[in-house]
């Protein structure tokens, strides 16, 4: 508390003036808004097995600051990336009204630290348990913002709950430890204490998933979080923030500032630097991961970095191909390519190399329906905008170019501009874009190899190291494979790898940190050494 009571006293003079201009004032007790128009009502448009219905609670477009709606001066328009259709107005947060969340968040920091483990953990049970209540409206939200696939988007809430759920669990088991020094008359204590308030940056690709990863720990470890989430989805945040408050959640311990991708940069600046912040917890591209990092070593930050990869998906000889053939459509084709985890290169082994080329490309035309995320049977929904269609557009032209062949798909899709045909490519070389650029999206470039030597050293020729897959039925090639693979996440015979119960991460360029599992908690978690002398 003593260091509550201190950074409380800098930092109000500090964030004295941080006000100015910002249309929330505080006061005790809280924030208010400013004198000034009031708070529009959502103005969410509903389209037929769209958003229509929905409860008008879960469809919020102002910023959530200690536990109050609150408008910003300006507002930024959400598109339906399949339609185009305007989805909604949102509060467009600035840097004032960034570190006015801070604020708030420290100061339910002081008190949210003291709330006994057991409480938080029932706060986070209730809000997961809110979230399965609400799960068919939830996924309708991240099928209206980000164009995934209904189906997808259901998979969604409920992998984004269960980490509400299980650091529910993991908040009561906290242990410290106690040391035997050689000293008789002195013990050594280690308390593990929550880091203090978390600036936390998520991506579009999974709207709702993203943020409960880094807030399920946070708040579970007795911290506070400001979360900004991408400019693409930020309605499923905001969501997250109506049901935080029906669940009981302090007010000031879950803040969302929204904003547009024009405020980007200052808006991530203003929290990762503002000293009342202790951590950074972010979701990305490496490119912005970096920037983010040179935030944190400003003011010397803990940070946790979830970044991009170039999963290689390698099929050796022994592999069983209709495994195989499952495995990859799972793996590059969910969420149309657009996960960090997709597999991004296929490496196969020369023998078995035509059998699973033909297999694949037979799969894709069966399995694989492009459409409306909220059409039954839709399997493929829209990029989330145009430029990401332009990358996989020129991943494709760059590949034909250098000799590559299409076994099938190759454009864009008549649907519409955010939609691209699913794509397989054969005959690959290294000297292509696709095989040492992240696509994100639906194209699956195919590299023919001879030897275990070769695929690992064209799997591991990369700066980044998230997941990584491969299919063989030789035990003695499985151990090696796995242990020689330089990423953070291993699918054996397996291409869906991600459970909260497991630890996600990658090496190299692909972050710092992992979160799920019974290390997730430790990212936001301090050690403190106690030595306790005079015995
Ligand atoms: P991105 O451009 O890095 O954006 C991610 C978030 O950072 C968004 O909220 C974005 O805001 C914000 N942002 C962008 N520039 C910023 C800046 N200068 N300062 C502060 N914040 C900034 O990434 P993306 O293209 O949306 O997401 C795809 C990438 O994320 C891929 O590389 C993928 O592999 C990676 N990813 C990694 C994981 C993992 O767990 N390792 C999971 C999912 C995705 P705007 O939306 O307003 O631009």
Same mark, same amino acid.
């Given at each position: $508390?003593?260091?509550c009571?201190?950074?409380?006293? &800098?930092?109000?003079?500090r964030?004295?003036s ?5 249309? +929330?004032?505080p ?14 009502p /959502? ?8 958003l229509?219905?929905?409860?008008? %609670? ?9 536990g109050?709606?609150l *408008? %910003? ?15 909604g @107005?949102?509060?467009d ?10 604020? /708030? ?18 706060? =986070? ?5 809110? @979230?399965i209540?609400?799960k ?31 650091f529910?669990e993991?908040?009561?088991? !906290? ?7 050689? /000293? ?9 204490? *929550? ?14 998933? @993203?943020?409960?990863?880094? !807030? ?12 900004? *989430? ?9 969501a ?9 959640? *302090? ?15 200052e808006?991530?600046?203003?929290? &990762?630097?503002d ?16 920037? +983010? =990092? ?10 946790? @970095?979830?970044l ?7 099929v ?8 195989a ?21 296929? +490496? !196969?082994q ?9 297999a ?9 329906h ?9 399997t ?29 798909g ?21 000297d $292509?874009? &696709? ?8 194209l ?14 064209? %799997? ?8 990584g ?8 090639q499985?151990?090696r494979? /796995? ?5 953070? $996440? ?30 997730g ?13 005079g +015995?």
């Open positions: $508390m003593a260091t009571f201190w950074l409380r006293s &800098c930092g109000a003079r964030l004295g941080t006000f100015r201009g910002c249309r +929330l004032h006061r005790a007790g809280g924030l208010v808004p400013a004198p000034g128009p009031a708070p529009g /959502a103005q969410l448009r509903g389209y037929a097995g769209g229509a219905g929905l409860s008008a %609670a879960l469809l919020r477009t102002d910023s959530f600051v200690g109050r709606w *408008p %910003a001066a300006a507002t930024f328009p959400v598109q339906d990336p399949a339609s185009g259709a305007a989805l @107005m949102v509060a947060c600035g840097v004032s009204e960034a570190r006015a969340a801070v604020r /708030a968040a420290y100061e339910a920091f002081c008190s949210w630290r003291e709330v006994s483990a057991k409480e938080r953990s029932s706060l =986070l049970r209730k809000w997961y348990n809110l @979230m209540q609400n068919d409206d939830l996924a309708r939200i991240i099928t209206a913002e980000s164009g995934k696939p209904l189906k997808e988007a259901h998979g969604e809430i409920f992998y984004s709950a269960f980490f509400l759920e299980w529910s993991e908040a009561r088991r !906290v242990y410290g430890d106690i040391i035997y020094t050689p /000293a008789k008359d002195k013990r050594a204590l280690v308390l593990k204490q *929550p880091v203090g308030v978390a600036a936390v940056i998520t991506p579009w690709n999974f709207p709702s998933a @993203m943020i409960t990863r880094k !807030v399920g720990a946070a708040v579970a470890a007795g911290c506070t979080v400001v979360v900004k *989430p991408a400019e693409d989805t930020p309605f499923s945040a905001l997250l923030a109506e049901l935080a408050s029906q669940a009981g959640i *302090p007010p000031g311990v879950y803040n969302v500032i929204p904003c547009s991708r024009k405020n980007a940069k808006v991530g600046e203003a929290i &990762c630097t000293p009342l912040v202790s951590k950074i917890s972010f979701t990305g591209s490496t490119t912005t991961g970096k920037i +983010l =990092l040179h935030h944190a070593a400003n003011s010397v930050k803990r940070v946790s @970095m979830e991009g990869g170039l999963a290689p998906f390698i050796f000889d022994s592999a069983n191909v209709d495994q053939v499952a495995g990859a459509l799972a793996s590059k084709f969910r969420n149309t390519g657009q996960t960090c985890v997709c597999s991004n290169r296929f +490496l !196969v020369r023998g078995i190399h035509d059998a699973f080329v033909k694949f490309a037979e799969a894709m035309e069966k399995n694989l492009v459409g409306n995320g909220f059409e039954e049977g839709t493929q929904g829209p990029l989330i905008n145009e430029k990401a269609v332009e990358k996989v557009e020129k991943h494709v032209n760059d590949a034909v170019s250098k000799g590559a062949t299409i076994v099938t190759g454009k864009r899709h008549h649907l519409g501009k955010n939609f691209f045909e699913p794509t397989l490519l054969s005959n690959v070389t290294q $292509m874009l &696709c095989t040492h650029e992240e696509t994100f999206g639906p699956a470039p195919v590299i023919k190899f001879d030897t275990e030597e070769e695929a690992i050293a064209i %799997a591991n020729a990369t700066d980044v190291g998230l997941a897959y491969f299919y063989s039925q030789d035990p003695a499985i151990w494979v /796995a242990e020689q693979l330089e990423v953070g $996440m291993v699918g054996i015979n397996e291409g869906l790898i991600s459970s909260v119960e497991c630890p996600f991460g990658g090496v190299k360029q692909s972050g710092l940190g992992r979160e799920g599992s019974k290390y908690i430790d990212e936001y978690l301090e050690l403190k050494y106690v030595c306790y002398g +015995l």
